[in-house]
């Protein structure tokens, strides 16, 4: 159920004049993703500065929460474009890209890394005054910080393995991986 109607809104997105132009498009298309490339790079080298520091890896004589609060709104920029470059990218080729289990763990991934940032930025606030200048944070932060490495690292993987058409709709593929990839049966649809 779910699968047909995410089929069905992607459908309608495809069929939009801009969506349709955007796809066609020679340079928009590219100049999007350019976009969009680029400032994930802004927004990942701002985060992977932050939470390696709250590794205690890197910048160890600085305080986390300078740190932090310089790197901050330059994150957060580059966070907003790229999401709003990611949604326009997604709306140049919707079906294609609901229909990809790279697509769908992607979503996935950036939802559990946006509520642990919400839980690692409550925590890191919340206590930054005990542990700021320390040369490792507490194990939480430490913690919170290695599952956004992780998390991160794995929304570029999976946003790279779109391209590819490994588990594509078209082609044989079990009922679990059909399931996972949102495949739907045209006759299903009526």
Known sequence: MLNEWLLQLAQFFAALEWSIGLHESIYTYAWIETTHVLT??????????????????????????????????????????????????????????????????????????????WLFRRRMLASADTWANDLSPPP?????????????????????????????CHKPLSELMQWAAGCVNPADLG
């Open 40 to 117: 994930l790079a802004v927004f990942l080298g701002m985060l992977f500065i932050i939470d390696l520091r709250m590794l205690g890896i890197l910048f160890r004589d600085v305080s986390a929460a300078d740190l932090a609060a310089r790197l901050d709104k330059p994150m957060m920029l580059g966070f907003v474009v790229m999401v709003i470059t990611g949604f326009v990218l997604y709306y140049a080729i919707p079906v294609r890209t609901t229909q990809s289990i790279w697509f769908r763990i992607k979503v996935v991934l950036l939802i559990a890394a946006g509520v642990n940032a």
């Open 140 to 168: 939480d932060i430490r913690r919170g910080a290695l599952r956004s490495l992780i998390f991160w690292a794995g929304v570029v993987f999976t946003g790279r393995a779109i391209a590819y058409d490994w588990y594509d």
